[in-house]
């Protein structure tokens, strides 16, 4: 199901993110729509590039699905794919900074307003070795379609300005 919203998300990822192949689109029993990553490696040098003083990785990771309907097991079904896919992505290291991963549900809506109040109270982050070898940052993002609502969890309020569709781009 590709609709022109999903189409306008996609095009807006296509600037700072690379597409995952289908066969890593598949999490927790989701088969998402999109999946979109970014690596950002920032290092100091001295003199020479081969001379490392310092370096970390940011990285983040977006599934993308649209569905007709959300519900609480959805929800349910996407935090799971969210912690799977981070078995794979996250490799703690002295150089891993940061990595997130963001569901975004696309839904023409309306959406239980209870929900939603659970999606805004979403908050979960793991750290590993006390944020010595970084953290991960899960983060929940529906946008409604219709309405070009968007609600999105305490982590991703920032993230969340960029993933409205870009149908509505005086929004964005």
Same mark, same amino acid.
């Given at each position: 199901?590709?609709? &022109?919203? !999903?189409?306008? !998300? ?9 597409? &995952? ?6 999490? @927790? ?63 703690? %290291? ?6 997130? !991963? ?6 023409? @809506? ?23 070898? @970084? ?17 999105? %969890? ?16 005086? &929004?964005?």
């Amino acid at each position: 199901m590709t609709s &022109m919203h !999903l189409e306008g !998300l996609k095009d807006k990822l296509a600037r700072h993110f690379d597409f &995952m192949p289908e066969a890593e689109r598949r999490w @927790g029993g989701v088969e998402f729509d999109l999946a979109a990553r970014s690596n950002i490696r920032n290092e100091a040098y001295l003199l020479f590039k081969s001379a490392v003083m310092y370096a970390f990785d940011n990285n983040e990771y977006c599934f993308v699905k649209e569905v007709d309907i959300v519900d609480q097991n959805f929800v349910g079904k996407l935090e799971t794919a969210l912690l799977e896919a981070a078995k794979k992505y996250v490799v703690p %290291s002295d150089e891993h900074m940061s990595t997130a !991963l963001t569901g975004i549900i696309m839904t023409p @809506g309306p959406v239980d307003p209870a929900l939603k109040r659970y999606i805004e109270r979403y908050r979960k982050q793991q750290s590993y070795w006390f944020g010595l070898k @970084g953290w991960t940052s899960y983060r929940i993002i529906l946008i409604e379609t219709q309405t070009q609502s968007v609600t999105a %969890s305490k982590e991703a309020q920032k993230a969340a300005k960029f993933f409205v569709p870009s149908v509505n781009a005086e &929004m964005a």
